[in-house]
């Protein structure tokens, strides 16, 4: 596609509810990222995902958060029984192979857990 | 040091004004360097990148400081619609792939 595709673009959802978050990045982009960013702050790095790598999870705040990139394209975002804490907008981000040349954004899905 | 420090703000300045924001980073290894412009409630789009010592483009310049471990960015001539977020972005030292973005400076143009 001509840029990255993320769906929903709002949920709401309960609390204890299990939430899927897509990503559809840009054609050939090798590398994938996830953020979130919740009210007033900055960005909050999650997983990355390059090519057939293992992803870097270093950022996933705990246990319930996972992601999984599927013939290395389409990205989905996983948060089991959420919390208050995890409301915030979750971006995603695609690159040609590595930072080097920037991210471009996907408009983010706004999560919203009541 | 944090590894992306910058004056949160915000800058309000009159149309036509010259401003310029700083910002600090803790991996000296960084090769390049971005900064970001986020409106509000919007994602974060790619500005500038900064390869070398600087990068310019029309009214914005942005320029690099190794030995000192900073970057700007230098806004000429604001206009209303350069109001926004703008963030501060460099390489993870932990990470091939990863980018730590700054908690961004605010900036507001002012007719």
């Known amino acids: 596609g001509a840029g990255v595709s993320q769906s929903p673009s709002n949920k709401v959802t309960e609390k204890g509810k299990d939430v899927e978050l897509r990503c559809d990045p840009i054609?050939?982009?090798?590398?994938l990222y996830w953020y979130r960013q919740s009210l007033g702050q900055g960005l909050e790095f999650l997983i990355y995902?390059?090519?057939?790598?293992?992803?870097?999870k270093s950022g996933l705040p705990s246990d319930r958060f996972s992601a999984e990139r599927t013939g290395g394209s389409v990205s989905t975002l996983t948060i089991q029984r959420t919390q208050q804490e995890d409301s915030a907008v979750y971006l995603c981000?695609?690159?040609?192979?590595?930072?080097?040349?920037?991210?471009?954004f996907g408009s983010g899905t706004r999560l919203t857990v009541v | 040091r944090k590894e992306v420090e910058q004056d949160p703000g915000p800058f309000n300045v009159p149309e036509g004004a010259t401003v310029a924001f700083n910002c600090t980073y803790s991996?000296?290894?960084?090769?390049?360097f971005f900064w970001y412009r986020q409106d509000c409630r919007k994602e974060p789009k790619l500005l500038m990148s900064?390869?070398?010592s600087g990068n310019e483009d029309g009214r914005f310049t942005a320029q690099l400081n190794r030995a000192s471990q900073y970057i700007s960015l230098l806004i000429r001539d604001s206009k209303l619609s350069d109001s926004a977020t703008y963030l501060c972005?460099?390489?993870?030292?932990?990470?091939?792939?990863?980018?730590?973005f700054g908690k961004g400076t605010k900036l507001s143009v002012k007719p």
């Open positions: 981000a695609s690159s040609e192979d590595s930072y080097f040349y920037g991210y471009t």
């Open positions: 972005v460099v390489p993870y030292g932990g990470s091939q792939g990863n980018l730590i």
């Open positions: 900064v390869y070398s």
């Open positions: 054609s050939g982009h090798t590398a």
């Open positions: 995902f390059q090519g057939n790598s293992a992803p870097d």
């Open positions: 991996n000296s290894a960084s090769q390049s």
